[in-house]
T-cell receptor
Framework: RKEVEQDPGPFNVPEGATVAFNCTYS??????FFWYRQDCRKEPKLLMSVYSSGNEDGRFTAQLNRASQYISLLIRDSKLSDSATYLCVVVGGSYIPTFGRGTSLIVHP | ETGVTQSPTHLIKTRGQQVTLRCSSQ?????VSWYQQALGQGPQFIFQYYREEENGRGNFPPRFSGLQFPNYSSELNVNALELDDSALYLC??????????????FGPGTRLTVL
């Protein structure tokens, strides 16, 4: 089993839709969790950190489920500009970050 | 823009050659990490440097080595290039005192092609 797994997609949704991605991790000692966004042929950029209590930033909500070892990202009211690849990052007990392969989101008019 | 710069942007090498990639960190950042991103994959952590010392290493062979300079710029060196080394190489700087708790700011990457 891979350390960090994501459904590569693509998720193809209309503008205004709500879409959710999950990311599972295998190391129960993992310490920190993040979502990064990567546009085509660009560098990754931090979207949000994921806190144990869950956190929200505008249309984006991130949650952590330690019991089931996954993190999630919910995007409400999708915009065309949300089209990108979303990478989850898990920092394990050795403090090494592991990226998932990314989930591709395509928002169409 | 993140303020992290990398050079060169593209590079073509042949198998067996050596390559040096460069990264200039964002001002005020003393930690730099290097990643390899193959096509269709997420970035894979190579190593991190903090205050000129290696501070964590991923599952990469010793022919991948690095340096961090007093001005916090950094180099990634790869010896004996293999075809599978073809990838986008990303560096990321942060203000974290080693570790990954702080936001990492990525540079635009160097695309290496090994023929």
């Amino acid at each position: 089993r891979k350390e960090v797994e994501q459904d590569p997609g693509p998720f193809n949704v209309p503008e205004g839709a709500t879409v959710a991605f999950n990311c599972t991790y295998s190391n129960s000692a993992s310490q920190s969790f993040f979502w990064y966004r990567q546009d085509c042929r660009k560098e990754p950029k931090l979207l949000m950190s994921v806190y144990s209590s869950g956190n929200e930033d505008g249309r984006f909500t991130a949650q952590l489920n330690r019991a089931s070892q996954y993190i999630s990202l919910l995007i409400r009211d999708s915009k065309l500009s949300d089209s990108a690849t979303y990478l989850c990052v898990v920092v394990g007990g050795s403090y090494i970050p592991t990226f998932g392969r990314g989930t591709s989101l395509i928002v169409h008019p | 823009e993140t303020g992290v710069t990398q050079s060169p942007t593209h590079l073509i090498k042949t198998r067996g050659q050596q390559v040096t990639l460069r990264c200039s960190s964002q001002s005020g950042h003393n930690t730099v990490s290097w990643y390899q991103q193959a096509l269709g994959q997420g970035p894979q952590f190579i190593f991190q440097y903090y205050r000129e010392e290696e501070n964590g290493r991923g599952n990469f062979p010793p022919r991948f080595s690095g340096l961090q300079f007093p001005n916090y710029s950094s180099e990634l060196n790869v010896n004996a290039l293999e075809l599978d080394d073809s990838a986008l190489y990303l560096c990321a700087s942060s203000a974290a005192t080693g570790g990954f708790e702080d936001t990492q700011y990525f540079g635009p990457g160097t695309r290496l092609t090994v023929l």
